[in-house]
C-alpha cells in the first residue's frame, strides 16, 4: 500500500497568482453546500477566476452546467459515474479537480482515456488529526455509551473504567500529512506509538503484523487503494490485541465491516470509533430518522450503532473552517494552474 496522500501537484499558497478578474478562466463547481458557495464567490475574483456554482452533483443531466469551463470542482460525497466522466468530457471538460484528499470516487484511469486530468486538494491535517485524537480518548474512556446514559438521566459510573492513554500503544497505520500529524499529537500524551507505512524499510516503520499484535488503539490513515481495500480483512483483525480499538478517519472499506461487526460482538474487539464506514454513501449527509432501513449498508450501519462500545460520526473529521478554506482555495489554484499550463491553441 502506499500511504502518501496522492497529490498531483505541489499547490502554491503563500502567493495568489497575478491574473486580473477580466482575463482569468471559469471553473464550474459541482455538489456545492452554502458555506462553500460563499467562499468561491469571495475568493473566486480575487484569484481572477470566474465561478460558475451549482450544489447538484455532476450527472450526466448536469454536465452541461460547465458552460464552456474547461475546469470543474466536485466533491467528495458522490460518486462520479462513467457516463458523467464521458458527458463531462463531451461538454469540453479537460480538468477536474476534486474537494478531497481521496480519489476513490473518480475512476481516474477512465478519466484520463477521456482525456480528463483528475487532481486533489491539499488541506490543513490538523482537523482531521484532533478529530482523531477525539475519537480515541473517546473510546478509550468509553465516552459515547456513558453520554448515551446520561441522555436517559442515568448518571451511574460506567460498569469498566477507562484507560489512561499514556499506558497505552498506539499504532498508526499510514505517515502521510494527516498521520504524520496524529502521531505528533500522540507524543504529546506519552503513549508508545507504532506507525507503520509503506514507504520503505526505514528507522521507525513497523512490520504491520507487528503493529496489529503490540497495539492497544490502531487508527487508519491511509488512502483507499485497490491495495488497501479492506487493509484491515477478517485475518487482519484476528491480529489484533484482544480488547484492541479500531479508530478510523480515512476510508470506510479501508476496514472489512462484517469481519469488525463479528469481532466486536466477539470481545476482540474492544470498540470502534468510525468516522467513516463502508458503503456510506447515499447515506450520510441525508437525514434518515423517518426512512426504513431499506438496503444492506444501512442495516450493517445501524447494527453497528446498537452496540454499545461503537462510535459512528458522519465523515465529518474534516469539516472545519480552516479546511474549507483551504479547500476552495486550492481549487482555485489548481484551475489557474492547469489554466496557465495548458494554453489554448
Known sequence: MNDREPTRATLRRSRSPAVSPSSGPGITVYGCDADEAALFRELAPRLGVTPTITGAPVSGATAGSVNGNRCVSVGHRHRISRPALAALSRAGVRYISTRSIGYDHIDVEYAARLGLSVENVRYSPDGVADYTLMLILMAVRGAAPMVRRTDRHD???????????????????????????????????????????????????????????????????????????????????????????????????????????????????????????????????????????????????????????????????????????????????????????????
Open 155 to 345: 448518571y451511574r459510573l460506567p460498569d469498566r473504567r477507562g484507560r489512561d492513554l499514556r499506558d497505552l500503544t498506539v499504532g498508526v497505520l499510514g505517515a502521510g500529512r494527516i498521520g504524520t500529524a496524529v502521531l505528533d499529537r500522540l507524543r504529546g500524551f506519552g503513549c508508545r506509538v507504532l506507525a507503520h507505512t509503506n514507504r520503505g524499510a526505514g528507522a521507525g516503520n513497523v512490520p504491520l503484523p507487528e503493529v496489529l499484535r503490540h497495539s492497544d488503539v490502531v487508527t487508519l490513515h491511509t488512502p483507499l487503494t485497490a491495495a488497501t481495500h479492506h487493509l484491515l480483512d477478517r485475518d487482519r483483525i484476528g491480529l489484533l490485541k484482544h480488547g484492541a480499538f479500531v479508530i478510523n478517519t480515512g476510508r470506510g472499506a479501508l476496514i472489512d465491516t462484517d469481519a469488525l461487526v463479528s469481532a466486536l460482538e466477539s470481545g476482540r474487539v474492544g470498540g470502534a470509533a468510525l468516522d467513516v464506514v463502508e458503503g456510506e454513501e447515499g447515506i450520510f449527509y441525508a437525514d434518515h430518522r423517518d426512512r426504513p432501513p431499506d438496503t444492506a449498508s444501512l442495516v450493517r450501519l445501524q447494527r453497528l450503532q446498537r452496540m454499545p462500545n461503537v462510535l459512528i460520526s458522519p465523515h465529518s473529521a474534516y469539516y472545519t473552517e480552516r479546511a474549507l478554506r483551504d479547500t476552495v482555495e486550492n481549487s482555485l489554484i489548481n484551475c489557474l494552474t492547469f489554466e496557465s499550463d495548458h494554453h489554448h491553441g
